[in-house]
């Protein structure tokens, strides 16, 4: 059985893909910060998996965090296949670089770019001794062009250093079947992060062409797809899941 750690996996878009990979035949290993709530939740809503999930409580922020997060995966499961970095700091505050504060600063740099290097050196010997592995990590719409994103500097500075790290890890860790991608979800607000594609086909949404929102059920969708065993030639790759929304420059020329 394969498995699969997803950090930050217990609400949201992390929720979603938890249960989706549950479903798939998937054990999984979730994180939670500090809503151990939302952990509990999860054994209630999903009585059939509960001998499949482990929750973990962990800040990505710290590496002892995360040494303990992969301890305990092991001593639970023996193996890990998947690496979904689903966590990671947002401010959704709209201000510019220079209102940012040095802990702001580097909180995204910590939550978003920082705990995923970590958190490969951990991973990558495992996969490396199965010779297989899947690396999923997030981005956002036009992050491979490395575009600046107004009032979202640091958030921005951070994933477009992930893509690079994507990338290099794509290329470095091929040779042992493992394979690296980031996916970058468009809009998906509220109760839609947790909702199934069915659920949003009824709601029309002007700012999407495709006209509904986007949910957690398309990111796991797309998540499952690159973590297959016959995906090994989709490697590198930075996945846009947006409907054909321009996010980034909704804002261009709107002041704050």
Avoid at 94 to 102: A, G, M, P, Q
Wanted: charged residues 25%; hydrophobic residues 35%; glycine residues 8%.
């Amino acid at each position: 059985m394969r498995h699969a750690i997803i950090t930050a996996g217990t609400k949201g878009l992390g929720r979603k893909v938890t249960e989706e990979m549950l479903k798939a035949g998937y054990s999984v290993t979730v994180t939670y910060r500090q809503d151990q709530q939302k952990a509990e939740e999860i054994f209630q809503q999903l009585p059939s998996y509960s001998d499949r999930i482990q929750c973990v409580q962990a800040d990505v922020t710290l590496v002892d965090d995360l040494t303990k997060l992969v301890n305990k995966t092991m001593e639970q499961f023996g193996r890990i296949d998947v690496l979904i970095n689903n966590a990671g700091p947002y401010i959704f505050e709209r201000k510019k670089l220079i209102d940012y504060t040095s802990e702001e600063w580097n909180r995204m740099i910590n939550g978003n770019l920082d705990a995923v290097f970590h958190l490969l050196k951990l991973v990558v010997p495992i996969m490396r001794a199965q010779k297989f592995g899947r690396i999923i990590n997030y981005g956002f719409q036009g992050s491979n062009s490395a575009p600046g994103w107004m009032y979202r500097s640091a958030f921005a500075a951070a994933k477009t250093g992930l893509v690079s790290l994507t990338k290099t890890i794509a290329y470095e860790e091929a040779e042992y079947g493992i394979t690296s991608n980031m996916i970058c979800p468009g809009k998906i607000v509220g109760d839609m992060k947790e909702a199934d594609i069915a659920d949003s086909r009824p709601y029309k949404d002007e700012q999407t062409p495709i006209g509904r929102s986007g949910t957690g059920g398309d990111i796991a969708r797309s998540i499952l797809f690159l973590c297959g065993d016959d995906a090994d030639m989709v490697t590198g790759t930075v996945m846009e899941v947006t409907g054909g929304m321009d996010v980034i420059h909704k804002y261009r020329y709107k002041t704050p």
